[in-house]
Nanobody, 125 residues
Framework: VQLQASGGGLVQPGGSLRLSCAAS????????VGWFRQAPGKEREFVAA????????VYSESVKGRFTSSKDNAKNTMYLQMNSLKPEDTADYYC???????????????????WGQGTLVTVSS
């Protein structure tokens, strides 16, 4: 199983980026998928998660209304559209997936079995 995250980069405050995470070795339709981020010196924090069928997504309060997470089960790919970016959004962003996670636990990094490598997002003028 492999998750491959991409799409990070340098963007000015107020700008947008779209992260992608492609999976191999598993079928996304059977997995809850999540996005987490980790800034230097801080713990990894929950950003967003999408339900197995893709119809339900939840977000942290810090990104709600600005970020949109989705997944294309046919392509085995998940996305994080980030708009109105702020300097405090600067972090390494990670995608994660788990088949058996309980929906009430989706904000806990320890509940996910599979992780992609981080992709760095830097928001700066």
């Amino acid at each position: 199983v492999q998750l491959q995250a991409s799409g990070g980069g340098l963007v000015q405050p107020g700008g947008s980026l779209r992260l992608s995470c492609a999976a191999s070795g598993l079928s996304f339709s059977n997995y809850v998928v999540g996005w987490f981020r980790q800034a230097p010196g801080k713990e990894r924090e929950f950003v967003a998660a999408v339900a197995r069928r893709g119809g339900n997504a939840v977000y942290s309060e810090s990104v709600k209304g600005r970020f949109t997470s989705s997944k294309d089960n046919a392509k085995n790919t998940m996305y994080l559209q980030m708009n109105s970016l702020k300097p405090e959004d600067t972090a390494d962003y990670y995608c994660a997936a788990d088949r058996s996670i309980i929906w009430g636990m989706i904000r806990r990094p320890s509940e996910y079995d599979y992780w992609g490598q981080g992709t760095l997002v830097t928001v700066s003028s």
